[in-house]
């Protein structure tokens, strides 16, 4: 049987993938549908506030 792969030396983790993130415009608004409902999320700028609202 051969060994267990092993990292190789000087090679850290490699860091988790990032989700692809969608361009945002200055103000964009997307809707997030989840489970019985649907949240519509407002964005006012990239590092700015974000408002939920969820719609029953």
């Known amino acids: 049987m ?3 792969a092993t990292p ?8 988790p993938p ?5 361009g945002f415009r200055e103000e ?3 809707t997030i549908t989840y489970g019985k ?4 999320v407002s964005v006012e700028s990239f ?3 974000i408002r939920v609202k969820t719609a029953k």
Do not use: I, L, T, Y
Not at 8 to 15: E, L, Q, Y
Not at 18 to 22: G, R, S
Not at 37 to 40: H, K, L, M, N, S
């Open 2 to 4: 051969a060994p267990p």
């Open 8 to 15: 190789r030396p000087g090679k850290g983790r490699a860091p």
């Open 18 to 22: 990032v989700p692809p993130v969608p």
């Open 28 to 30: 964009s608004d997307f």
């Open 37 to 40: 409902g649907e949240a519509r």
């Open 47 to 49: 590092n700015g506030p």
